[in-house]
């Protein structure tokens, strides 16, 4: 087999990443397997998904073209899994040829991780590949067990404390938004330094663990709560930014903690940027909520 490694950085002060290729580095993940010549499938956990987009859907089967091979990938991410196999089609003849492209295709791997469970994002993610179709995914996630546990025991307590099932959906999403604005200060450090690493400002073990957050913290906390709350919901974004897409009443509003934080004199009002339109969204102009609408289909 041959080997692709991808390395996932979220460091900067919004979702701008990292990412390293180091195709003679072997995962010992995926060598293992190869040595046990078993074939595994990705198993989903608690986290899963069952939502499927425009942009990407879930994907089971031998894959047979491009587009099956980028949604058997988003699926792998989806569940959750540390290491999965794949295998193409004889008839796929480019199989090896696309799967490289995507490889090096670093801002379509960034995308897929809006579109998961938060805990379910990448950090890393290597692929191996023989020339007869098999490929191999290795992951390894952005949140540990343990963050997730503590993330978790804050998450079911606050939900139990300030949720009630006589709240309408858009006052429970508010209830959120506010408890996260009101327990967050905006990390200014890594405004000054994208390398600063006093708090994990950029996960939502910073917002809620640590109290501090940038734009991909904020997002995350707002969609592990709105996951816990059974409200559909993916992170959009764009080299600069990224906030929240949340479905309520049939339809796609825009929701954007971080900006709805009072920390400046551009966004005082803290509830400018919550469960807006595209058409609210756009007449705001304010510069940083552009996004590829190729990808986001949902959001406009």
């Not at 801002?107 to 469970?117: A, E, G, P, S």
């Not at 939900?159 to 200060?185: A, C, E, G």
């Not at 913290?217 to 919901?233: K, Q, S």
Request: charged share 25%; glycine share 4%.
């Amino acid at each position: 087999m041959r080997y692709i490694t991808l390395f996932l950085g979220i460091l900067s002060i919004a979702i701008v990443s990292i990412i390293h290729f180091y195709p003679d580095k072997v995962s010992d993940y995926i060598n293992e397997h190869i040595k046990h010549k078993e074939y595994i499938i990705a198993t989903a956990n608690d986290y899963y998904l069952d939502n499927n987009y425009n942009y990407v859907k879930n994907y089971t089967d031998d894959v047979s073209n491009k587009e099956e091979l980028l949604n058997y990938i988003y699926y792998v991410i989806n569940t959750g899994a540390e290491y999965a196999d794949g295998e193409c089609t004889k008839e796929y003849t480019s199989c090896i040829t696309d799967l490289k492209n995507i490889a090096d295709d670093t801002d379509t791997l960034t995308i897929i991780n809006n579109f998961v469970h938060p805990y379910n994002s990448f950090k890393t993610i290597s692929f191996a590949y023989t020339n007869k179709g098999d490929f191999s995914l290795s992951i390894e996630h952005v949140y540990s067990k343990e963050e997730i546990t503590e993330i978790n025991y804050i998450v079911s307590n606050k939900i139990k404390d300030l949720i009630t099932d006589s709240m309408t959906t858009r006052d429970k999403i508010k209830t959120i938004h506010d408890y996260i604005i009101n327990n967050t200060d905006y990390d200014e450090l890594k405004t000054k330094n994208i390398n600063d690493e006093t708090y994990r400002s950029n996960t939502a073990y910073g917002v809620l663990i640590q109290g501090y957050g940038i734009c991909s913290g904020y997002a995350d906390t707002m969609a592990i709560f709105l996951n816990e709350l059974d409200i559909e919901n993916y992170k959009i974004s764009n080299e600069t930014h990224i906030w929240n897409l949340v479905y309520i009443n049939g339809v796609w509003k825009h929701l954007d903690a971080t900006w709805d934080d009072p920390i400046s004199e551009f966004n005082a009002n803290r509830d400018t940027y919550f469960l807006i339109s595209y058409d609210e969204l756009t007449k705001l102009n304010d510069d940083t909520h552009s996004f590829d609408k190729s990808v986001y289909k949902e959001a406009y």
